[in-house]
């Protein structure tokens, strides 16, 4: 952390996030994306084993019937001098009933291994996958605010969601290719050197340029996939915001204007697939020539060394068909190659993701719910947000366990600021935050959390029923519970003449209700978790006057025994909290009852003034 004063304000600078992600990232950078996922998927050592097994030995039944093909041919030409007569079976007939039981088994074990490695590999991926995407949103959640803030909710959707479907696409068939074309290369070009060593190189010589090829035009793809990822995220972002900001683009008939915006990312993804399609299309066609090459060759030469009698008939028929099982698997090269390109951009993302540290760990003590008094303690806090002057200022306050207390103040003075702080949902830059008299840096960070209670003026209703939303965070409330806390919240009234009363579905976030119902709910979803410590964040910010009376006849039954913190504009809602605490500019400038502050004339005399119309004009 770096402190400094500039223009007479202290600026704080905290450099150890910047640092971690910067190792981080250097660190994924390393290691090759392809040893970070056989790493990460470890537990399933022994499925890749025998999917890897199944692959090969279905390959090998599959490279055999070229062998029985020249095995008859032989027979046809030599009849009791082929090389199944050499066995002991001279009867050409029965030559042909071995060639055809050894063919059934063949194509049955064929068969057999194909059906084994295609569910292995499947299962493999979709094992990986969810793994993967539980894990990666599983270290999404532990990571603070902070980081949302400079990320958008769709790139973050695009890694969670397309960059790890990617994978599972590489995986589902990519994997089993690339072992299918290493063992056909393996078996018959071993085959070839020991049945025709004088043609053998002919027809190998494209392999090696081949091969090179394939790994030329992978290091060519890798950064133009990469970029290909990068704007799927970006564009995806774009549809995520526009989506959640319908409301907004309708009311200023900015239709044409989204469009329009949405239009150059697709543009831009576009742009950058068809600079990938480009390199990647011309792939095949290349490697098709090279085929060529060596297909002409055996053609050629090892025909003339039929005829001359230096090959067997039946040797040459199966190295002509051996050689296009050979060569022409490799154009799929192209194709495979072009789906683990696209894979290992979207691991090397996700991976950057799961590398992201963790900047607000847990603390090692426990704080049992049921022990928990509630006294919160302020010590010299100074905190400012990423790139700002401070918001809060060497701030000390101290809240007596079972009492209210109210922080009023303009806005930007920094009140809901000390919320995020208490949850830790940033970390203060100097001093601490106790809880009974426990620095929560100390304290288990869900066992703190458990313990407050948060009202928030920006409400965030899920999909779902009204009851599984006041139930969220108490799942094991029971219906009665639910109504209960639903009526101190003075929401079960409008409850109940809604469509399905508890069971009508809200949409998403709540768009199907009012502003006040929401914070009525989010309200009752507060109540009914009973916290020891509870937060009223503009609480009732989005209600009318007469809501306001009723949510505060039933505010005086909820904040009873209670730490209480108030946070609000409306003075009328925390007129009759125990201490009221006056915020501007990061710092507490008054404290004291509504009638002393009154007395005292001064900020919060001129914000009553204001607020009840009693103001000089």
């Known amino acids: 952390m770096v402190v400094f004063q500039f223009q007479g304000s202290i600026c704080i600078i905290d450099v150890s996030t910047p640092l971690k992600l910067l190792w981080a990232s250097r660190r994924s950078r390393q290691v090759h994306p392809l040893k970070r996922l056989l790493d990460y998927g470890h537990q399933y050592r022994k499925q890749i084993w025998l999917a890897t097994a199944c692959s090969i030995l279905n390959k090998l039944f599959d490279l055999a019937p070229p062998g029985l093909i020249g095995v008859a041919v032989d027979v046809?030409?030599?009849?009791?001098?082929?090389?199944?007569?050499?066995?002991?079976?001279?009867?050409?007939?029965?030559?042909?009933?071995?060639?055809?039981?050894?063919?059934?088994?063949?194509?049955?074990?064929?068969?057999?291994?194909?059906?084994?490695?295609?569910?292995?590999?499947?299962?493999?991926?979709?094992?990986?996958?969810?793994?993967?995407?539980?894990?990666?949103?599983?270290?999404?959640?532990?990571?603070?605010?902070?980081?949302?803030?400079?990320?958008?909710?769709?790139?973050?959707?695009?890694?969670?969601?397309?960059?790890?479907?990617?994978?599972?696409?590489?995986?589902?068939?990519?994997?089993?290719?690339?072992?299918?074309?290493?063992?056909?290369?393996?078996?018959?070009?071993?085959?070839?050197?020991?049945?025709?060593?004088?043609?053998?190189?002919?027809?190998?010589?494209?392999?090696?340029?081949?091969?090179?090829?394939?790994?030329?035009?992978q290091n060519l793809l890798a950064p133009r996939y990469?970029?290909?990822?990068?704007?799927?995220?970006?564009?995806?972002?774009?549809?995520?915001?526009?989506?959640?900001?319908?409301?907004?683009?309708?009311?200023?008939?900015?239709?044409?204007?989204?469009?329009?915006?949405?239009?150059?990312?697709?543009?831009?993804?576009?742009?950058?697939?068809?600079?990938?399609?480009?390199?990647?299309?011309?792939?095949?066609?290349?490697?098709?020539?090279?085929?060529?090459?060596?297909?002409?060759?055996?053609?050629?030469?090892?025909?003339?060394?039929?005829?001359?009698?230096?090959?067997?008939?039946?040797?040459?028929?199966?190295?002509?068909?051996?050689?296009?099982?050979?060569?022409?698997?490799?154009?799929?090269?192209?194709?495979?190659?072009?789906q683990y390109q696209r894979a290992m951009a979207s691991t090397h993302r996700v991976m950057n993701l799961l590398d992201t540290p963790i900047a607000i760990p847990t603390g090692n003590i426990s704080l049992p719910l049921e022990t928990v008094r509630?006294?919160?303690?302020?010590?010299?806090?100074?905190?400012?947000?990423?790139?700002?002057?401070?918001?809060?200022?060497?701030?000390?306050?101290?809240?007596?366990?079972?009492?209210?207390?109210?922080?009023?103040?303009?806005?930007?003075?920094?009140?809901?600021?000390?919320?995020?702080?208490?949850?830790?949902?940033?970390?203060?830059?100097?001093?601490?935050?106790?809880?009974?008299?426990?620095?929560?840096?100390?304290?288990?960070?869900?066992?703190?959390?458990?313990?407050?209670?948060?009202?928030?003026?920006?409400?965030?209703?899920?999909?779902?029923?009204?009851?599984?939303?006041?139930?969220?965070?108490?799942?094991d409330a029971t219906e009665e519970d639910i109504r209960k806390a639903a009526k101190i919240a003075e929401a079960d009234e409008f409850i109940v003449k809604l469509p399905q009363d508890y069971e009508t579905i809200v949409g998403e976030r709540g768009q199907k209700l009012s502003g006040g119902q929401r914070q009525r709910i989010a309200i009752a979803r507060a109540v009914l978790k009973n916290p020891p410590i509870l937060i009223l964040d503009e609480a009732t910010s989005a209600v009318d006057n007469e809501t306001e009376a009723a949510i505060q006849r039933s505010l005086e039954h909820i904040t009873a025994n209670r730490t209480t913190i108030a946070i609000a504009h409306r003075l009328s809602t925390i007129r009759n909290a125990d201490r009221i605490y006056v915020m501007e500019h990061g710092k507490l400038v008054e404290s004291g009852t509504h009638e002393e502050l009154l007395e005292e004339n001064g900020v919060y005399t001129n914000l009553w003034r204001v607020q009840s119309g009693l103001s000089s004009k």
């Open 76 to 217: 046809v030409v030599k009849q009791q001098d082929s090389i199944i007569a050499q066995w002991g079976v001279k009867d050409v007939f029965g030559q042909f009933l071995i060639l055809s039981i050894l063919t059934v088994i063949i194509w049955v074990l064929e068969s057999v291994f194909e059906y084994a490695f295609a569910r292995l590999w499947r299962n493999l991926a979709q094992n990986i996958q969810h793994d993967l995407r539980l894990d990666a949103y599983k270290h999404l959640q532990e990571l603070e605010l902070a980081y949302f803030e400079e990320r958008s909710t769709g790139g973050l959707m695009s890694i969670l969601s397309d960059d790890i479907n990617q994978l599972e696409r590489f995986l589902d068939v990519g994997a089993n290719d690339i072992l299918q074309v290493l063992t056909t290369v393996v078996i018959i070009g071993g085959a070839f050197f020991i049945l025709a060593p004088s043609v053998a190189w002919m027809s190998m010589l494209p392999i090696p340029f081949i091969l090179w090829g394939s790994f030329a035009y």
């Open 226 to 338: 990469a970029d290909v990822r990068e704007k799927v995220g970006l564009l995806n972002s774009r549809l995520a915001n526009n989506l959640s900001g319908i409301t907004t683009i309708k009311s200023f008939t900015s239709e044409e204007y989204e469009v329009s915006r949405l239009a150059q990312e697709s543009e831009a993804y576009r742009r950058s697939n068809s600079k990938a399609i480009k390199l990647s299309a011309a792939f095949v066609p290349l490697i098709r020539m090279l085929i060529l090459v060596g297909f002409t060759a055996l053609l050629l030469f090892g025909g003339m060394a039929a005829v001359h009698g230096k090959m067997s008939v039946g040797t040459y028929s199966v190295l002509v068909f051996l050689i296009q099982r050979l060569l022409w698997p490799l154009t799929r090269l192209g194709d495979t190659f072009d």
């Open 374 to 475: 509630g006294e919160v303690e302020f010590q010299n806090i100074t905190f400012a947000y990423k790139d700002r002057l401070p918001v809060v200022k060497d701030l000390t306050l101290h809240i007596p366990a079972g009492k209210t207390i109210a922080i009023v103040g303009s806005t930007g003075s920094g009140k809901s600021t000390l919320v995020k702080l208490l949850l830790r949902l940033y970390e203060v830059q100097s001093g601490r935050i106790t809880v009974d008299g426990i620095d929560i840096q100390e304290l288990n960070l869900r066992d703190l959390r458990r313990s407050i209670g948060l009202v928030s003026q920006d409400v965030f209703l899920f999909h779902g029923t009204v009851a599984e939303n006041i139930a969220y965070g108490s799942l």
